[in-house]
Structure formats: structure tokens, C-alpha cells
């Protein structure tokens, strides 16, 4: 293999695209910083790769001093849907409504049969009609504060609005059911005060600044807003997908085309709550791969996703039969498939998914300078890669 192939699999930058367009990588080279290493267990985790606006705050809350209330109580119904909201989605209806709540938290009480439309139990995209009563209750998930912990952070990025951070696999975004501690949130509250910067409002006292998540089996970039006002900036850019974002990751098989697209929409996996799947009535979604490099059993990839949907990335490859190496999640079983045993004994040993938010590319949301970062592949996916590169 030569250099050049070489230094592309470190940088985990799987090389320039032809007829780039906006929201494309292309000016000057993008900043660097090196990944680190962790082989502890890793939780199957429910967390969507973005975190929108609507989720964390009414749109049009004012910047003041008071802070951002968060929801204590359970959300009473019924409501009666008004003429202007007809056709709506019911969890986009009831999330503009309440707003206090995340839409998730909305659609995991629709989806349990907690909410009816007209006395009836419902799916969450359920459209509605003038008239129709919404009644039942969605339970409101307890605040977890996210307390100071000292957690190094591999910062890669640092100005006054943003910081940029290089998250190893195996750290949570922020608290939830099932991590109070230990997450990447931890860590900025603890580093926010040592600088003795403000904690930003928006995103709430578990999420400060969070804007966008990965899973906890993903390692890679994620940018952190410093200030209310970033963070609305770049709540506006995810949401309108203006946000490059790019992974590399290993997948079983040997994947036959140069590049190409899956473009199937994702939902709730009917038979495992804490799963995803392509299903008819999921929400459009778009990924689009590139071959780096095959080997005999596997087959390096460079993705960009064009929306932000909850395991994305891990959903489309399992769907076109090449999940996700050493993914228990979507990947279960299948190296079992390895005929080389030297390589099943190497992925039996990774301990994560092969999946790394390698590119990141947003718009500065104080400057308007056009933003770009790549992290390489951490220590432990370096490792595998070259097993892998010797067992040919």
C-alpha cells in the first residue's frame, strides 16, 4: 500500500470528492487533533445524532438573564387540535405546544399508548384534524444536572463562541437514563468553570451548549456552543443541513460499488424499543458512501450523512447487509461469518463499533468564517486497521 493510501486512513479522511457543492469540504486544509484510547464495554444508548431547537426551547424564547425553565411536572391533557394545526404530525403538534419537553420524550408517550387522539391509541405521525382531542399525559423525565467531573477533553477547537471537541467511544454526549456521570457534558461544566466561563442557558442544566450527539460506541468530532448565541446559531444550521458531517467506518462484506447512496427511511424498531430500523413509516434519511479500500472480509468506508436521524449511519449499512464492524447492535452474529480466524479474534477484541465522526464543517456562528475539522482515527481503530491490512 502506498504512502499516500497510508496517511489517508491515519487522518481518517477518505480522500477529496469530485463536483463538490455547498455544504462540501474544499478551501484550506482542515485543524487536526489526535483521538485517544478505550476498550471498556459499551452500552447499546438511545441518542440521536442532533439535538434541534424545538427539543430544548420555545424558538422564540428572549436571551435574558432568567434562566431556561426545565419541565418537573407531567404534561396535562386533553387539547383540542385548532383549525390552523390541521395535517400536522401529532408529535410535531404537541412539541410545538410543549415546548418544555423533548420531542422524543413525546413520541415515546404516543408510541406507549400514554396519548389518544379522539379516544383512540395513535402512532406519533398521526395526522391530526381541526377539532380532534388529544388527551392522556407525557411523563416528564427527571433534570439531571450535569455536575462538574474533571474528564480530560481532547480539545481540538477553542475561540469565544465554540469549542470543539474530539469525544472517544464510550463516553456519553450528556446525562440520561442510565448515565449520570462520567459524560462529555461533565467534563465541559468542570472546564467551563476552571476558565470561569459562563455556562451557556440554552440546552439546559444536563445539556449546556449541546447541540449535536453521538453515540457513545462513536468516536469523533462534536462542536459545543460557548454562548446562547452560538447555540441558536448552530441549532439553525443543523436543522437546515447545513452542516457537513463525515465518518469512516469498517463494515463487514466486501461492498461491490465505488460509491453510492441508501436512502430509506428510519423509525422505531417494532420489536426493541432501544433500536432503530428502516421502516415505511420512519423519517426520510439519507446516507452516502464512498469505498476507501477493500480487504478480503471487510471494507473501509467514507460516509457523509445528509440527515440526522438516531443510529443513521449503523441503520443504512445493517440494511444494505454491511453493518457496522464489532456493532452488537446491528451487527450481531456476523463475525461469526469471518472465515479468517486470526481477523474474528481481532474484531472479538475491539471492544467499539468501527465508526468515527472523522469531518466536521459548519459556518462560525459569530464570524461567519466557513469552519472545517478532521480528527484521525483513534488509537484502537488504527490498531485494528493494520491487523486487518496483515491478514490479507
Same mark, same amino acid.
Given at each position: 500500500?502506498?504512502?499516500?493510501?497510508?496517511?489517508?486512513?491515519?487522518?481518517?479522511?477518505?480522500?477529496?470528492?469530485?463536483?463538490?457543492?455547498? =455544504?462540501?469540504?474544499?478551501?484550506?486544509?482542515p485543524r487536526e487533533r489526535g483521538g485517544r484510547e478505550n476498550t471498556r464495554p459499551l452500552p447499546i444508548e438511545w441518542e440521536d445524532d442532533e439535538v434541534v431547537s424545538s427539543d430544548l426551547v420555545p424558538p422564540a424564547l428572549p436571551l435574558s438573564e432568567s434562566p431556561i425553565p426545565t419541565l418537573s411536572r407531567s404534561?396535562?391533557?386533553?387539547?383540542?387540535?385548532?383549525?390552523?394545526?390541521e395535517n400536522q404530525r401529532l408529535d410535531l403538534f404537541l412539541a410545538s405546544r410543549f415546548s418544555e419537553t423533548s420531542r422524543s420524550a413525546i413520541q415515546r408517550a404516543i408510541s406507549g399508548g400514554d396519548i389518544t387522539a379522539n379516544g383512540k391509541t395513535v402512532k406519533p405521525?398521526? &395526522?391530526?384534524?381541526?377539532?380532534?382531542?388529544?388527551?392522556?399525559?407525557?411523563?416528564?423525565?427527571?433534570?439531571?444536572d450535569a455536575v462538574p467531573e474533571d474528564i480530560p477533553l481532547d480539545i481540538v477547537f477553542e475561540d469565544s463562541e465554540i469549542i470543539v471537541v474530539n469525544k472517544p467511544a464510550g463516553m456519553? /454526549?450528556?446525562? =440520561?437514563? =442510565?448515565? /449520570? %456521570?462520567? /459524560?462529555?457534558?461533565?467534563?465541559?461544566?468542570?472546564?467551563?468553570? &476552571?476558565?470561569?466561563?459562563?455556562?451557556?442557558?440554552?440546552?439546559?442544566?444536563?445539556?449546556?451548549?449541546?447541540?449535536?450527539?453521538?453515540?457513545?460506541?462513536t468516536s469523533g468530532l462534536i462542536v459545543v456552543a460557548k454562548t446562547d448565541?452560538?447555540?441558536?446559531?448552530?441549532?439553525?444550521?443543523?436543522? %437546515? &443541513?447545513?452542516?457537513? @458531517?463525515?465518518y469512516t467506518a469498517m463494515v463487514y462484506g466486501v461492498v461491490k460499488e465505488n460509491s453510492g447512496k441508501i436512502e430509506a427511511p428510519i423509525g422505531r424498531d417494532r420489536r426493541s424499543r432501544v433500536k432503530m430500523a428502516v421502516t415505511r413509516e420512519g423519517r426520510q434519511a439519507l446516507t452516502l458512501y464512498r469505498v476507501v479500500e477493500r480487504f478480503d472480509e471487510l471494507t473501509l468506508l467514507?460516509?457523509?450523512?445528509?440527515?440526522? &436521524? /438516531?443510529?443513521?449511519?449503523?441503520?443504512?449499512?445493517?440494511?444494505?447487509?454491511?453493518?457496522?464492524v464489532a456493532d452488537s447492535a446491528y451487527g450481531a452474529g456476523r463475525?461469526?461469518?469471518?472465515?479468517?480466524? @486470526?481477523?474474528?479474534a481481532a474484531v472479538a477484541g475491539l471492544g467499539r463499533p468501527f465508526l468515527?465522526?472523522?469531518r466536521l464543517g459548519f459556518t462560525h456562528p459569530a464570524t461567519g468564517e466557513k469552519m472545517e475539522f478532521n480528527a484521525p482515527l483513534p488509537r484502537e481503530l488504527r490498531a485494528f486497521l493494520e491487523q486487518v491490512s496483515t491478514t490479507r
Open positions: 500500500m502506498n504512502d499516500g493510501k497510508d496517511r489517508e486512513r491515519e487522518s481518517g479522511r477518505a480522500g477529496e470528492r469530485e463536483n463538490e457543492g455547498p =455544504g462540501d469540504w474544499g478551501g484550506e486544509g404534561l396535562a391533557l386533553p387539547i383540542s387540535v385548532p383549525a390552523e394545526a405521525s398521526h &395526522r391530526v384534524s381541526a377539532g380532534e382531542e388529544i388527551a392522556g399525559e407525557i411523563p416528564a423525565a427527571p433534570v439531571i456519553v /454526549t450528556h446525562p =440520561g437514563a =442510565g448515565a /449520570t %456521570s462520567g /459524560t462529555l457534558a461533565n467534563g465541559l461544566v468542570y472546564y467551563f468553570n &476552571r476558565i470561569s466561563h459562563q455556562l451557556p442557558r440554552r440546552g439546559g442544566a444536563s445539556r449546556p451548549g449541546i447541540v449535536h450527539r453521538l453515540d457513545v460506541g448565541r452560538a447555540h441558536l446559531n448552530l441549532a439553525e444550521q443543523f436543522e %437546515s &443541513r447545513a452542516v457537513a @458531517k463525515a467514507d460516509l457523509e450523512i445528509k440527515t440526522g &436521524r /438516531t443510529h443513521q449511519i449503523r441503520v443504512h449499512l445493517a440494511h444494505i447487509k454491511h453493518p457496522v463475525a461469526n461469518s469471518i472465515k479468517n480466524a @486470526k481477523l474474528r468515527h465522526a472523522a
